[in-house]
């Protein structure tokens, strides 16, 4: 059953080009068995009239913010009440400002103002619009406050430049709202994150760290949230905002992410170790700034502590995924890596010169991952970073449970996993 089914969707339609594909939005929201209402912007209404959508979600459409009539009827915070979630598609860059000054001088930012459920933007716009600085800036508040965004894609333009800024197809939209719902997954559960880089101290001034931007971790946590989870994210050194509702501890050196991680993990069920810990670091730590005195210089290096590996060793009964980044053989590297640290699960990428589609995966926005468990796999194909961290915590929910109920037979779910996934995805082009 679609996870969309009897679902209450709000579906604002903003004044893009891309009004016209909201049509086959409703069309297929519909046929995901989601009941659906729209609000236009009066923009929207120059694009498409709004008969077209009364037609195809089978109500009338709302429009005003002050009106009368509307508001004798649903008004406009019975409408926002109504809703599990509000989706705005197209998102144009006008209302997306609009949305971070929190105006509710219209309906559709009135509505989304008003209501506590989650706010989905699936932008479109020029590509220099989306490129501006003034519109990424407020793409990343709005993040911070928790608003989802699905898109945008690459790729041709009603304008003929080509470039980010088109909104995802329509089934992509429906498959991504429906992931949406999965909350619950994780509800009750305590879920430990680490993220980011290490540092680890030369001197006053040096450190010895890595590329790891922290942002898949991040992700993760978000998507733990959403899924009903307690979350305690500890964060390397990383300039990345905190996700809604999540506790976050900073810290430095990988000595002390272990022990902010053996504490974070007392009573938790499940710990997801994204975090790219040095493993080394220099074996002393200059008091005073080293001066280049020499032609040479050689620094002395320790291992690390294996923070994933002493937190299993530690506490035998949490759930483990960690992750693989590896530049080549990564199902040797990641299968060797699982067995060793003694972990359930672990999520392997490419990074590096190997995964160029990716950037090289550690500062992009985009990802690939492979899962592997008991000898199974399953492929997550090349997706936001956002995108991916749900789908991971879909099957690390899964798996846990099985994990919990009947340890041997996990593998064989994560099969059927995959077997559903290739049936309901559809990344947008
Ligand atoms: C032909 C045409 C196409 C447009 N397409 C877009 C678009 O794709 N994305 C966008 O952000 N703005 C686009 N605009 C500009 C918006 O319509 C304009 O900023 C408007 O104020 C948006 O209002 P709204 O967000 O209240 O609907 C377009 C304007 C015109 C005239």
């Not at 905002?241 to 990988?254: I, K, S």
């Not at 040479?296 to 992750?323: W, Y």
């Not at 915590?393 to 593998?411: D, K, M």
């Amino acid at each position: 059953m679609s996870l969309l089914n009897g679902k209450r969707i709000l579906l604002g339609v903003t004044g893009s080009i891309a009004a016209y594909k909201a049509g086959e939005l409703v069309r297929g929201l519909r046929a995901a068995g989601a009941e659906v209402r729209v609000a236009m912007t009066r923009g929207a209404t120059e694009f498409v009239a709004p008969l077209t959508f009364q037609a195809l979600s089978g109500h009338p459409v709302h429009e005003e913010l002050l009106d009368a009539g509307a508001e004798a009827g649903m008004g406009h915070i019975e409408l926002a009440r109504w809703a599990d979630a509000i989706l705005v598609a197209p998102a144009s860059a006008d209302f997306i400002a609009r949305l971070v000054q929190g105006r509710a001088d219209d309906l559709l930012a009135a509505l989304c103002l008003a209501s506590p459920v989650p706010l989905v933007l699936a932008p479109a716009m020029n590509t220099g619009m989306w490129q501006d600085p003034a519109t990424q800036d407020n793409v990343r508040t709005l993040r911070t406050r928790g608003v989802l965004l699905f898109g945008p894609a690459e790729g041709e333009q009603a304008c003929g430049d080509v470039g980010p800024g088109r909104m995802l197809e329509p089934d992509a939209l429906v498959a991504q709202l429906g992931e949406i719902f999965q909350s619950g997954a994780l509800a009750g559960r305590t879920v430990v994150v680490t993220a980011g880089p290490t540092r680890e101290p030369l001197d006053p001034v040096r450190f010895l760290s890595n590329r790891s931007s922290g942002r898949m971790g991040f992700a993760v946590a978000q998507a733990a949230r959403e899924a009903g989870a307690k979350v305690i994210l500890v964060a390397g050194p990383v300039s990345l905002p905190t996700p809604e509702r999540v506790e976050r501890l900073d810290v430095e050196t990988a000595a002390e992410m272990l022990s902010a991680t053996i504490k974070a993990t007392e009573g938790a069920d499940i710990l997801v170790a994204t975090a790219a810990v040095s493993d080394y670091r220099p074996r002393e730590v200059a008091a005073d700034k080293i001066k280049k005195d020499a032609e040479e210089l050689n620094l002395p290096l320790v291992r690390n502590p294996d923070v994933l590996a002493e937190v299993k060793q530690a506490r035998p009964g949490l759930f483990c995924l960690g992750f693989a980044a590896e530049t080549s053989r990564l199902e040797e590297h990641a299968l060797a890596k699982l067995r060793a640290k003694g972990i359930e699960m672990i999520a392997a990428n490419r990074v590096g010169p190997a995964a160029p589609e990716a950037g090289g995966t550690f500062d992009s926005e985009v990802a690939e991952l492979t899962l592997y468990w008991e000898g199974q796999k399953e492929a997550l194909p090349l997706a936001p970073k956002d995108r991916l961290a749900r789908q991971l915590i879909t099957s690390l929910a899964q798996c846990f449970e099985q994990w919990r109920a009947e340890p041997g037979a996990a593998g064989r779910r994560v099969v059927s996993l995959h077997a559903t996934r290739k049936a309901g995805s559809g990344e947008g082009g």
